[in-house]
């Protein structure tokens, strides 16, 4: 299916398209462009809308006998004043005063709207929470480009679910999530919310192999005193855990790419490259949700930031050794699931004819074999014993990302055997001058799980580091694969590798080939097979490297290996037949199953990687893996419960679009309660991001969606009720 039919339908009026993105919609030739604004008067003062009818002092048109829900062949289109009708919307609707509607208000759920032909005199009721949340979103929205009297096609209001989400993704929450670090920004992007020093300030960490970035914000300082921004070099051992450790007394950004460009006046200067941010409190660069949102951008053409992202991530491997957690100095020692192979090569599918586009691929292929190398295939990340991967990053102490009185019921003990108070013991416990073997252990797995980005789960709780898990050795696969065909395929099966992207204990130059590679991927799968795979229980499972057995949680991790390649065609029928049944719920895949995260309550509280929830990477690298295998209509039936829950919360909660969802709960899957709760909920009248790999999600299952399929979830038509409804009338 191409992407090209998946972007939101245009359908045009007489004047202008009802369903333009907003700064088109709402932008300057708003009233123009409606050919019968010219009847009102073009001059506006205290007392008339512009363009449009006087305004009585009470804000209202002027009054006049009303026709109800008058009937017309031509598209509805409705005249109204912004403020006054918002204050009505919100007083009489949001009930719970959140500045949303959404099913839990208590309102009429009905108003009436004039409409454009009677010159507002003649009414039409606009009824039920959807129409109405999509009100309030749209007169937010106005409100936002300073229109006090506007002309709203009603198809706006009553717009098909799917292809409004789908619409809003495309032409808003992927500019609402796009990011630059530069000059214009370095003031509000350089300050952090986690600084818990005395004197917060916005600061950026210049690594030695970027000179140029050093002077340039060197001089953005020098020219903006009130900024009071502090560039620092890194040292050039930067992932060193005591210089880590010791950067938190003044943590900053660490610098990502940027690119040169001319000015108007001929003049050249450094800007920032653009990257995608997942949303919510996350607002740095980060790592595998920047893969999962890229396979969104791709189908909706925006490869100019997908190929942007994967500059940024080889100029940190470059610099920083590895593709980080996200850009701060505390996430120097911290990475995250390996994506990079493919996505440069998704990116370079798509620019294989423009100039420099293998260039561009060497430079992704060669971040990978250093990052493959020094990262993963290294100590402390490599068992050697399995010759497997794990998730084992470096660091001291307590997570500085995490304020300290977070871990208080871990600590406080600690402090109480010391004789020490809670702030005196964490400084004497981050800076060694106590020895605490055990909170040591507890750290390290706290950091592998956070490295791991399933933060957190009774799958790696307290156990994290040990674990040879199955996702990060299905990804490494994938790379060992990935390197073997570019090196072949592209560069005449021999890359030479330059010295800053040869790792320890290579020679500056020394050639790749594609069959090294190839014997890694062998070699992996074997030890994957001896290690992970189960055959009874018809999964893989993490394998404790130092209880020397697998743990037997079942986790949607288990479908890693088919989107990789690993798994044998045996292995993946065995999964779709033992594993998908285990896991397969009302909203699609669960992260694990309810046996294996045991019973919960009051001093065992859910975990958000954990079931009931669901979570979008789990979904769209199960779709992509089913279909690999062929198993296509598991994996639209898949995509068709994931995208059925967040079209219904969409549409019952005023434009919802969240971080993670309660796979089980068919109402208000939104609501989740796990720690950390549900980054993408909190916004006032609209909805401006979603959330990243979220949206990424719902614009890459729709390519996988037949068009009866995407009707039958506009209707808002669960899994169970389509299937019947298919099968009465014999077409499946």
Same mark, same amino acid.
């Not at 020093?197 to 300082?221: F, L, M, N």
């Given at each position: 299916m191409s992407s090209q039919s998946q972007k939101p339908r245009r359908i045009s009026t007489a004047n202008i398209d009802p369903y333009a993105a907003a700064h088109i919609y709402y932008g300057d030739t708003h009233h123009r462009k409606h050919d019968r604004a010219r009847t009102y008067s073009a001059h506006a003062d205290g007392n008339v809308g512009p363009n449009f009818l006087p305004i009585r002092g009470d804000g209202k048109f002027p009054g006049r006998r009303i026709s109800h829900d008058e009937v017309s062949l031509q598209p509805r289109r409705f005249l109204i004043h912004v403020e006054p009708t918002l204050k009505t919307l919100l007083s009489r609707e949001d009930t719970d005063n959140n500045c949303q509607i959404t099913i839990d208000d208590q309102g009429p759920k009905v108003l009436s709207l004039g409409t454009l032909a009677s010159n507002a005199h003649n009414k039409f009721d606009v009824r039920g929470t959807y129409m109405l949340s999509n009100l309030l979103q749209e007169l937010t929205l106005a409100q936002d480009y300073g229109r006090k009297t506007i002309v709203l096609d009603e198809a706006r209001l009553n717009e098909n679910p799917v292809n409004r989400l789908a619409r809003l993704i495309t032409y808003s929450f992927w500019d609402g999530l796009t990011r630059r670090i530069d000059g214009s920004n370095i003031a509000q992007v350089g300050r952090d919310p986690?600084?818990?020093?005395?004197? @917060?300030?916005?600061?950026?960490?210049?690594?030695? =192999?970027?000179? $140029?970035?050093?002077?340039?914000? &060197?001089?953005?300082?020098?020219?903006? @005193?009130?900024m009071r921004l502090d560039v620092q070099w890194l040292r050039e051992d930067c992932g060193d855990d005591a210089y880590v450790r010791d950067l938190n007394a003044a943590p900053g950004l660490l610098a990502i790419a940027m690119e040169e460009v001319t000015d108007a006046t001929g003049k050249k200067e450094l800007?920032?490259?653009?990257?995608?941010?997942?949303? =919510?409190?996350? /607002? $740095?660069?980060?790592?595998?949700?920047?893969?999962? %949102?890229? !396979?969104? !951008?791709?189908? /909706?053409?925006?490869?100019d930031l997908v190929k942007a992202m994967v500059t940024h991530f080889c100029f940190c491997i470059k610099h920083y050794g590895k593709i980080l957690n996200a850009n701060r100095t505390y996430y120097l020692c911290r990475s995250q699931p390996p994506f990079l192979t493919d996505m440069a090569l998704r990116v370079y599918d798509r620019i294989r004819h423009e100039p420099g586009a293998l260039d561009f691929l060497r430079e992704a292929t060669l971040a990978a074999i250093k990052e493959y190398y020094t990262v993963w295939m290294s100590a402390p990340r490599l068992d050697p014993a399995t010759g497997l991967s794990r998730y084992r990053p470096g660091g001291f102490g307590v997570p500085p990302e995490t304020e300290a009185s977070h871990f208080e019921h871990i600590l406080m003990p600690y402090a109480k055997k010391h004789g020490m108070t809670f702030e005196e013991f964490v400084d004497a416990y981050n800076y060694q001058r106590v020895s605490e073997p055990e909170l040591d252990e507890y750290f390290l797995h706290d950091r592998a799980v956070r490295e791991s980005g399933h933060d957190t789960s009774y799958r790696l709780e307290k156990v994290a580091a040990n674990l040879a898990v199955v996702d990060v050795n299905a990804l490494l696969y994938k790379y060992e694969v990935d390197i073997g065909r570019i090196i072949r395929g592209h560069f005449n099966d021999k890359m030479q590798i330059p010295a800053e992207f040869c790792g320890a204990g290579k020679k500056p130059n020394y050639v790749e080939t594609s069959a090294d590679w190839e014997r890694r991927a062998k070699k992996r799968r074997l030890a994957a097979d001896k290690y992970l795979w189960d055959e009874a229980a018809g999964m893989y499972f993490d394998y404790d490297t130092v209880k020397k057995e697998r743990t037997g949680y079942e986790s949607a991790t288990t479908f890693w290996p088919m989107w990789s390649g690993l798994a044998t065609p045996r292995q993946a029928s065995v999964l779709v037949e033992q594993a998908l049944p285990k896991l397969e719920a009302f909203g699609g895949l669960v992260s694990g199953s309810e046996k294996s995260r045991g019973p919960v309550g009051i001093d065992r509280p859910n975990r958000q990687w954990d079931y009931p929830f669901g979570w979008a990477p789990q979904q769209i690298l199960a779709w992509v893996g089913l279909q690999r295998y062929g198993y296509e209509a598991d994996a639209q039936r898949l995509a068709?419960?994931?995208?059925?829950?967040? &079209?219904?919360?969409? *549409?019952?909660? /005023?434009?919802?679009?969240? %971080?993670?969802?309660?796979? &089980?709960?068919?109402?208000?899957?939104?609501?989740?309660?796990? %720690?950390?709760?549900?980054? +993408?909920?909190?916004?006032?009248?609209? @909805?401006? %991001? +979603?959330f990243g790999w979220v949206n990424?999600?719902?614009?890459?299952?729709?390519?996988?969606?037949?068009?009866?399929?995407?009707?039958?979830? =506009?209707?808002? &038509?669960?899994?169970?009720?389509?299937?019947?409804?298919?099968?009465?009338? =014999?077409? *499946?």
């Open positions: 986690k600084d818990w020093t005395a004197d @917060p300030r916005p600061r950026i960490y210049v690594p030695k =192999g970027a000179p $140029e970035q050093y002077d340039y914000y &060197t001089r953005v300082a020098k020219e903006h @005193p009130e800007k920032g490259l653009p990257f995608v941010v997942p949303g =919510g409190r996350f /607002n $740095e660069l980060y790592g595998w949700d920047s893969y999962m %949102e890229s !396979l969104g !951008l791709l189908i /909706n053409d925006r490869v068709y419960r994931w995208m059925y829950m967040v &079209t219904k919360a969409f *549409v019952d909660f /005023n434009g919802v679009v969240v %971080e993670k969802y309660d796979v &089980t709960r068919p109402i208000d899957p939104h609501k989740v309660e796990a %720690e950390y709760g549900n980054q +993408g909920s909190d916004f006032k009248g609209v @909805p401006r %991001e +979603g990424a999600s719902y614009i890459y299952g729709l390519e996988l969606l037949s068009a009866h399929q995407k009707r039958a979830i =506009g209707a808002l &038509t669960p899994w169970d009720s389509f299937v019947k409804a298919t099968e009465a009338l =014999g077409l *499946v």
